[in-house]
Structure formats: structure tokens, C-alpha cells
């Protein structure tokens, strides 16, 4: 079971677009090195309480697209 993965790899793990995986990191300052994200990390923060994942999903706007 790896641990660094891609946005892709971690949106299909959580059942999520890759798009929302990047925007959560960025609203919840997990970092994104080499374009990998440490999942357990990723986990904790999003468990932490700082914010609900559902919030920080809908955080940035809709028509906000990463290329």
C-alpha cells in the first residue's frame, strides 16, 4: 500500500476528481512535492477538524480548473 501518490491515484482511492483532491491540499496547506501527496498526511489533516472535507471540497469555485 503505498503512501505518496499522485492527486489521480488519491482521488480514485477517496472517490473524488483530482481537482477537489488539489484544491483541499491547497486549502488545508497539505503539500504537494514532486507531484505526489502523502496520504496519511492528506488523512489526518482532513480528519483533523481544521475543516470538514465537504467544505473544503466546495471552497473554490466551480469553474476553477487546474491544467
Known sequence: MAVHLTPDQLADEIGVRRV???ATCIKLGVPIYQGRIDRTLFEA??????????????????????H
Not at 483533523?48 to 472535507?53: A, C, H, M
Open 20 to 22: 477537489d483532491v488539489v
Open 45 to 66: 489533516v482532513v480528519a483533523g477538524g481544521r475543516e470538514s472535507f465537504e467544505q473544503a471540497l466546495h471552497a473554490h469555485s466551480p469553474d476553477w480548473r487546474l
